[in-house]
């Protein structure tokens, strides 16, 4: 059936093309007829990626951007771009594409939806990079239009079973919903199979400054925890957040623990980092999927992750793949903590292999097979069986 799409012409609308995204975009593009791919902007201002699309084809949308913040239930604001690309319709039909592609539930998928109501053979898949977690709070509005809009869908693919649960509570059947899950390709991030874990325990931390991101609260944890072990030297190396505020207003660290923010870092230097710690920290307070996740386990790297991130449901197994707490909880946090600080060198080790092995069926090709098989399902066949 997915031999079919050889001469599909496809269309997918997405904010912008981060660097991870790349590789999964090509390998639709190699799999397709052709791949259109409509932005909304070429790279939003709070990123420091580089705008590099390569070889894909790629247009920006002419687009209107508000920024906007909400609070969320988990006692962070959560700010956000929200786009609206104004010319998508009139593009969609100069190209006239045999399925759209569009992320998220905003104003590309409604425009997306009425392109091919209007044109019956054009067919839709949305795309939700969400989470239960993630959607915590929205608004009965902005549910019942969501709703009308799944139901347009002839496909929907969600990152996974979180995800899944979230369309199916609003009304979108079970056989349309794909799981394709994020995935980076292992093989550039692999780390040494055997890294020196010495007498310092390494912890390593990648994300944005934003609240949502937990670092502050984990930090004054961690601080805690190598003031209850002055025998265990504790380093903390925090990649893509500078020190500024947090720094300020975090107490006087315990001479065991070592922090050193590193600022931004380009993604072409991460696996370096990566290769030089034992343990991910990722602390967050909601996160659709957090790719950190599986950027770290194809390191080798054991993750000390929040359950309310989608991937450390997904991949993190308690105590072979890494540790998980609830962030907000101080007591899991402690514990969790405790549970690293007590790990022999051997076992880090060990778990490095686990997450190898957890891992190595997140690539490229398997999602991108994930996302052709939900292509082809809403192109042709609606009685086969989603994954």
């Known amino acids: 059936m997915r031999d079919s799409l050889r001469g599909a012409r496809v269309v997918l609308l997405t904010n912008f093309v981060a660097p991870y995204r790349l590789p999964l975009f090509r390998y639709l593009a190699s799999r397709l007829g052709t791949l259109k791919v409509f932005v909304s902007t070429e790279m939003e201002p709070n990123r420091s990626w580089p705008v590099d699309w390569g070889d894909l084809d790629v247009e920006v949308l002419h687009t209107w951007s508000v920024r906007e913040t909400s609070r969320h239930p988990h006692a962070f604001?959560?700010?956000?771009?929200?786009?609206?690309?104004?010319?998508?319709?009139?593009?969609?039909r100069r190209e006239r594409p045999d399925v759209v592609v569009s992320g998220q539930l905003g104003v590309s998928s409604l425009l997306s939806a009425a392109h091919c109501l209007f044109r019956k053979r054009t067919k839709l898949v949305l795309w939700l990079t969400l989470s239960e977690i993630s959607e915590l709070g929205r608004g009965g509005f902005r549910r019942a239009l969501r709703c009308r809009l799944l139901a347009r869908a002839d496909a929907v693919m969600v990152?996974?079973?979180?995800?899944?649960r979230y369309a199916r509570s609003l009304g979108t059947p079970e056989q349309k919903i794909f799981r394709v899950y994020q995935a980076v390709e292992p093989s550039a991030f692999e780390g040494p199979h055997h890294r020196d874990t010495g007498s310092t325990l390494r912890l390593l931390f990648v994300g944005s400054p934003e609240p949502r991101k937990g670092l502050g609260p984990f930090l004054e944890r961690l601080a805690a925890r190598a003031v209850a072990h002055p025998e265990r030297k504790i380093a903390l190396r925090v990649a893509g957040t500078n020190a500024s505020d947090l720094e300020?207003?975090?107490?006087?660290?315990?001479?065991?623990?070592?922090?050193?923010?590193?600022?931004?870092v380009s993604y072409d230097q991460m696996?370096?980092?990566y290769a030089d710690?034992?343990?991910?920290?990722?602390?967050?307070?909601?996160?659709?999927?957090?790719?950190?996740?599986?950027?770290?386990?194809?390191?080798?790297?054991?993750?000390?992750g929040s359950v309310y991130s989608q991937a450390v449901v997904e991949l993190i197994e308690d105590g072979r793949t890494g540790w998980t707490f609830r962030p907000d909880d101080d007591s899991e946090c402690r514990a969790a903590l405790e549970r690293v600080i007590a790990t022999s060198p051997e076992t880090?080790?060990?778990?490095?292999?686990?997450?190898?092995?957890?891992i190595a069926d997140f690539d490229i090709e398997s999602v991108g097979e994930r996302m052709l098989?939900?292509?082809?399902?809403?192109?042709?066949?609606?009685?086969?069986?989603?994954?």
């Open 77 to 92: 604001d959560d700010p956000s771009f929200v786009y609206f690309p104004y010319d998508a319709l009139t593009r969609l």
């Open 348 to 358: 880090l080790r060990a778990m490095g292999n686990a997450c190898r092995e957890r």
């Open 248 to 264: 300020s207003a975090l107490p006087e660290l315990p001479t065991n623990l070592d922090v050193r923010w590193l600022g931004k």
């Open 159 to 164: 990152n996974g079973e979180s995800g899944a």
């Open 271 to 273: 696996p370096a980092l």
């Open 373 to 387: 098989a939900a292509i082809a399902f809403a192109r042709h066949d609606h009685s086969s069986d989603a994954i």
């Open 277 to 304: 710690a034992d343990v991910l920290a990722f602390p967050t307070l909601a996160d659709e999927w957090g790719l950190v996740a599986n950027e770290a386990l194809s390191a080798g790297l054991p993750v000390l």
